[in-house]
């Protein structure tokens, strides 16, 4: 099916340039592009792991935007959806009449003509995502997928399958998912997140109650009970498709990741597994051996010292809840030491209370820099006025603002310790550099 729709046009295109090349998501379709022989060209803001693996296949990235990295052979320009509009790229691009698409786009060209589950929810998509994947790779399914992380096995983001199934990882941000055409729609949780775009919680129930609403007569809402907000959005949708409560599933298995939101997920994925014909004892096989996703509680190795060092990409208050929960059950009688890079100046400022209510389960908690990823700092908030925060609940927290300084401090922990590093940004650096080498 597949072939039908955006790979038939990209067999006809020689080059492509992508704005925002280093972005989880169209780093994916770089690599499908760059995979079919494609000339790849990108730009972004800094360099990173999913650069270099674009760099690898022989994709060339500019770092920086200037309308000079686009060059007259180009034919087509995909955007990530966090690039400024008033961009020099995207602007010239327009301009001179070169075909633009973003990359929610894209993901929905690729939806069109599959048989698409979108995995939605603003918290557990990837590792959700990366579950029904590996179900369905290993139940002979043979799916194409697009995910916000790196599927452990594969070691990629992105997996061309042969077969009419489309996975993929369905993001809310900008209302992103509703270029998407599901077939099948997880929906994990709706929660306070993006606000700098959606501003309250009504406007992110309202885009969800649009993307179930995409869902055909024939299709299925795997959605979670628990959670309030969507209950709320499915009372404003008529009741077209079938829907399952997946937090009724038992799951009969132990998983080798920890924590009660990663049970919630495998049964979230096991409940899409059977809808597409795996077996339960099948299925159950599978997702017992997941191990996880690129950082999403990762194991990184050992210190010098014999500290443990984990890394995980949580940038919400609940994520970061779940995430410590998860690892203060795993390692009951160690010192947990969390190193946390806030992400987005607003995220910070108008979520300030619920991160501050958040390091409960760990021993120290050190605080560096928000990384401003694609927003200019105000001013407003510094990493600072979180860590105060933090210190009238739990006296755990401290500021360290230089990551050399960081990574000589927890090079003096022992094999008690445990060391997770988290955030959305580039802090996973600094459990790479204290690793024995």
Known sequence: MIKLNILNMLNKIKKIHFIGIGGVGVSAIARMARLKGIKVTGSDISTGKMIERIKNIGGKVFIGHKKENLSADTNLVIYSPAINENNPELTFARKTNIPVYSYPEILGLLSKDMYTIAVSGSHGKTTTTCMIAELMIYGNLDPTV????LLKKQQDNFVLGNSK???????EYKESFLNLNP???VILNIDNDHLDYYGNIEN???AFIKLINKVPKDGFVVYNSEDKNIVAALKNCPEKCKRIDY???ELNIKLLIPGEHNIKNAKAALVVAKLVGLKSDEAEKILKKYAGSWRRFEYKGESEKGALIYDDYGH???EIKATLSGTKEYFPDKNIIVVFQPHLYSRTRLLLDDFAESFKNVDEAIITDIYAAREQDDHS????????AINKITNNAKYIKDFQEIEEYLKTKDANTVILTIGAGDIYKIGENILKK
């Open 183 to 185: 077939k099948i729609l």
């Open 204 to 206: 992110i129930k309202n």
């Open 247 to 249: 937090a009724k599933e």
């Open 165 to 171: 199934y489309f996975v993929v990882e369905a993001c």
């Open 146 to 149: 697009v995910v916000g992380g």
């Open 381 to 388: 908030i510094h990493a600072k006025d979180l860590t105060e």
């Open 316 to 318: 919400h208050p609940t």
